[in-house]
């Protein structure tokens, strides 16, 4: 009777456990269109895909916010998502535009919104990497960085065997294309990234 008992109760608990862990999805990369739909939409973002461009091993969206002009870099925000994916590399790249005529004022509200759905959605795509702690450990380097919005910030961070890079340009008016990107790459991926090699950066 016991021993039923524990089976019982064991049983309940691989249940309990199973039914309150969330799977967490692995992505194939070069991630596809219905990847980076199904992430931003899983963000409650209002950001939609106005253009693509897909190559054996590296593909690259341009996001827009619904409410902006599609096909325009220059007005509203604009995001890319870039991707790399082989048997070497895996290689990320989550940035936010700014359109020019956006005061220093209006980048700073936005980027209370953007900068951790940037984190976000560059940690779940992929994968392996604790979005909020990254992000949190990102927040202690700016803490010690009061210049950062006149001077930009570059920030080199690694976990769980993986390489992450940050950088934010200046906010100053007279910079065009002030944005803030984040990168995240294995080893492979990274060596080339230093070395200025990766395509498209």
């Known amino acids: 009777m016991k021993k039923q008992i524990f089976v019982i109760i064991l ?4 249940l309990l456990v199973s039914s309150c862990t969330k799977t967490v999805e692995t992505y194939v990369f070069p991630i596809n269109r219905e990847t980076v739909e199904n992430v931003v939409r899983d963000k409650n973002s209002n950001w939609t895909i106005t253009d693509e461009q897909n190559k054996e091993y590296q593909t690259s ?4 916010d619904r409410k902006d002009e599609p096909g325009r870099i220059d007005t509203g925000i604009t995001a890319t998502i870039d991707s790399i994916g082989n048997e070497e590399e895996r290689y ?3 940035q936010v535009m700014y359109p020019n005529d956006y005061s ?11 900068l951790p759905l940037l984190f976000d959605i560059a940690s779940e795509i992929y994968g392996n990497i604790d979005s909020k702690a990254l992000y949190d450990e990102f927040l202690k380097h700016l803490d010690g960085n009061e210049n950062y919005e006149i001077k930009g910030v570059q920030w080199n961070h ?8 940050i950088k934010m340009t200046p906010l100053n008016n007279g910079i065009m294309y002030r944005k803030c990107a984040v990168f995240i790459m294995n080893e492979a991926s990274y060596e080339k990234f230093m070395d200025g090699l990766t395509l498209n950066q």
């Not at 049983?11 to 691989?14: G, K």
């Not at 220093?104 to 953007?114: F, P, R």
């Not at 690694?158 to 890079?165: A, D, I, K, L, R």
């Open 11 to 14: 049983f309940a608990t691989v």
């Open 61 to 64: 969206f341009v996001i827009k």
């Open 92 to 94: 990320l790249t989550v």
């Open 104 to 114: 220093v004022e209006q980048i700073q509200e936005e980027q209370v919104q953007n």
């Open 158 to 165: 690694e976990v769980n065997g993986n390489h992450v890079f």
